[in-house]
């Protein structure tokens, strides 16, 4: 669970510091990965979002995005 919200808050902070506000994220645990489930707000663009993708993956929040 720690690992969890660990994960969440270094997410939330990534996109933040790129201007994309989130309104929430919730974490599905599966038996070997962890699905992040990320809602932007009204202006989170998700073009920014896929154009981040190699982004995360770079700093060891995600192994992939999809959108």
Same mark, same amino acid.
């Given at each position: 669970?720690?690992?969890?919200? &660990? ?5 939330? %902070?990534t996109l933040e510091d790129? /201007? ?9 645990? /599966? ?6 489930e990320v809602v932007p &707000?009204? &202006? /989170? ?12 993956? %770079?700093? %060891?929040?995600?192994? &992939?995005?999809?959108?």
């Amino acid at each position: 669970m720690a690992e969890q919200n &660990d994960s969440r808050r270094r997410i939330r %902070k990534t996109l933040e510091d790129f /201007g994309i506000n989130i309104i929430s994220i919730k974490a599905a645990v /599966g038996p070997t990965v962890t699905l992040y489930e990320v809602v932007p &707000d009204k &202006d /989170g663009w998700i073009a920014k979002i896929k154009n981040l993708r190699i982004f995360l993956c %770079k700093l %060891k929040v995600c192994h &992939d995005v999809c959108v």
